[in-house]
């Protein structure tokens, strides 16, 4: 393994743990098999399926950030990470293998992910989604209750009204 850029994840997340050891895995795997380079800046696009430790490794070694718009989340839980690369097209999702921790300690298991090869670790497959369109802009709305500005694409209407997510939510769930 790669000491200087397992202590670079570490030194951004804040502690070692077996989940940034996953994140710095599908790096890894990211970089074996679809020639993914630390430097590969914005060129990169990063879907996470969990918010847990190991997307910050993938934040300090791939540079996929929320900001950029290169780190999407899609909530579905599992320890999966799906990697497209703009430039070449290559696109490759690499999902945790379930039961592999069952007789390990936390200490063990972190030191089993960081050494042990991705093939043992992940499973491969192509992403059965593709990357949504980038970001456009759009025109900003005032909400008529809170006067705050959301994005015309979030504005509800509400009894004839244009309000935002915050105060449609609050009047359908009746606070
Ligand atoms: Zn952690
Ligand atoms: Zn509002």
Redesign the pocket.
């Given at each position: 393994m790669n000491r200087e850029l397992w202590e670079k994840a570490v030194a951004f997340?804040?502690?070692e743990?077996p989940?940034?050891a996953i994140g710095f895995k599908a790096c890894q795997a990211a970089a074996e098999k679809m020639g993914v380079g630390v430097s590969d800046d914005e060129k990169i696009v990063c879907v996470t399926e969990n918010d847990?430790?190991g997307v910050?490794a993938i934040q300090a070694l791939l540079s996929c950030t929320i900001g950029k718009g290169n780190l999407l989340y899609r909530d579905t839980g599992k320890q999966a990470f799906s990697f497209f690369d703009r430039t070449s097209g290559k696109k490759l999702r690499v999902c945790l293998k379930p039961g592999k921790n069952k007789d390990m300690d936390r200490t063990q298991w972190k030191r089993y992910l960081l050494n042990a090869p991705v093939e043992e670790i992940f499973s491969f497959s192509e992403p059965k989604f593709d990357l949504p369109e980038r970001a456009r802009l759009f025109n900003t709305v005032v909400c008529e209750l809170c006067g705050e500005g959301a994005p015309e694409q979030k504005i509800h209407l509400q009894d004839g009204k244009k309000v935002c997510a915050d105060c449609f939510k609050r009047y359908s769930r009746g606070w």
């Open positions: 997340h804040g502690h743990c989940g940034l847990a430790c910050d």
